[in-house]
């Protein structure tokens, strides 16, 4: 199937390469085992293998100059790349004539995953300054994909992997299991960030606890650095919640990251029958 580009203005006839945007935080990944091994994680999955529907198709965020597309056009039998840059957009299709690969010149933030009309895997290098929009964007998603394995900055993964919990990593393991895939040195990338990155793999499932709870943590994390016990102070009186916390097994001297989800959804149950 020939190559698509949707959404592109004009054709910028005669470009091979561009350069970089830094206001896009473009950094390319040069190290060719390692883009394979992102390809691999997007792809390799047994349920996808055992399933009645496998996972054929790819979306990536951000293509770029194609080199992860390459990998995953190996692995799977199409490939959706969303690219912002305009002028990388049109030129990424010269890279594979004849490939199944439609190249969408857009921002991820406003595509539809329900175009997708069948099960799909997400790939991508995302810049650090919407990697977290991205990634409510796709665990919100009422077409939600199978597996998303992206590069990020290494301080965001460790955010959401760390046993320390922040309002990223509790959004994150509410909807999804997330797994540390390994750390990708900034010499590796052209042109080298300021930052390490890693990969992080997200398999998305049901909400474990409800909006209702989350609404809770995200009063709770009004303060991050602040004592649970202040931050809730104007939802019920001290005394009702030092009862609360010890019936819920919380230590007073609690802060938001010390809580599980399983924490939060005990103590929204105990504070929404409580009284003053």
């Not at 969408?104 to 810049?127: C, R």
């Not at 010390?258 to 504070?271: C, P, V």
Request: hydrophobic content about 40%; some cysteine.
């Amino acid at each position: 199937m020939a190559v698509m580009v949707v959404g592109a203005r004009r054709l910028l006839g005669g470009i091979r390469m561009v350069g970089t945007n830094k206001s896009l935080g473009q950094h390319w990944l040069k190290n060719r085992q390692i883009l394979d091994e992102i390809a691999d994680y997007a792809a390799e999955e047994s349920a996808f293998k055992s399933s009645d529907n496998p996972v054929d198709v790819c979306l990536e965020i951000g293509p770029g100059l194609g080199t992860l597309t390459s990998s995953l056009l190996k692995r799977f039998k199409k490939v959706i790349a969303i690219e912002f840059d305009q002028r990388l957009a049109e030129n990424l299709p010269k890279s594979f004539p004849g490939k199944n690969l439609e190249v969408i010149n857009g921002d991820i933030l406003k595509y539809d995953f329900n175009q997708i009309k069948t099960p799909y895997s997400v790939a991508g290098n995302i810049p650090y300054y919407i990697t977290s929009p991205i990634i409510e964007k796709l665990l919100t998603a009422s077409n939600r994909p199978r597996r998303i394995v992206l590069l990020v900055q290494k301080e965001v993964a460790e955010r959401i992997l760390d046993e320390k919990e922040t309002m990223l990593s509790l959004f994150v393991n509410n909807r999804a299991n997330a797994l540390p895939g390994p750390i990708v040195k900034k010499e590796e990338f052209t042109p080298p960030p300021k930052v390490d990155s890693k990969v992080i793999i997200l398999e998305p499932h049901k909400p474990i606890v409800s909006e209702d709870v989350f609404s809770l943590i995200s009063h709770g994390f009004t303060a991050p650095r602040k004592k649970l016990l202040h931050n809730l102070s104007s939802m019920r009186s001290k005394e009702v919640l030092l009862r609360i916390f010890n019936e819920c097994k919380i230590d007073a001297g609690a802060r938001p990251g010390d809580l599980s989800l399983e924490d939060w959804q005990n103590l929204y149950d105990y504070i929404k029958t409580s009284t003053n």
